[in-house]
Nanobody, 127 residues
């Protein structure tokens, strides 16, 4: 079992930045692909970004490309999401997710491809 805890959310003005962290426990995440998803009220869960277990491959949703950066520090068992140039439409609860990449990742943009989830952290961008 992998436990994931997100932190770093908050209220920020349009154009501002936030850095989300996802701290894992229970197992080392070095074998796990990691992803970030978000969900706004009344909306479906949306893929934001993902990173391969080594950190060598990163993927982004179209709405965040060029503004968000996903990274990981396997030694610290932590994944990060640096969010710049934030917009009001980025307002959502952000979730961290993990899947054992050795056993198979599936479709990286599909939330159903991930086995472990954090409780989420709220990000609110004011206009």
């Amino acid at each position: 079992q992998v436990q994931l805890v997100e932190s770093g959310g908050g209220l920020v003005q349009t154009g501002g930045s936030l850095r989300l962290s996802c701290a894992a426990s229970g197992r080392t995440i070095s074998n796990y692909a990691m992803g970030w998803f978000r969900q706004a009220p009344g909306e479906e869960r949306e893929f934001v970004a993902a990173v391969s277990r080594s950190g060598g491959w990163t993927y982004y949703g179209d709405s965040v490309k060029g503004r968000f950066t996903i990274s990981r520090d396997n030694a610290k068992n932590t994944v990060y999401l640096q969010m710049n140039s934030l917009k009001p439409q980025d307002t959502a609860v952000y979730y961290c997710a993990a899947v054992d990449q050795i056993k198979g990742w599936g479709t990286r943009e599909n939330w159903a491809s991930y086995d472990y989830w954090g409780q989420g952290t709220q990000v609110t961008v004011s206009s």
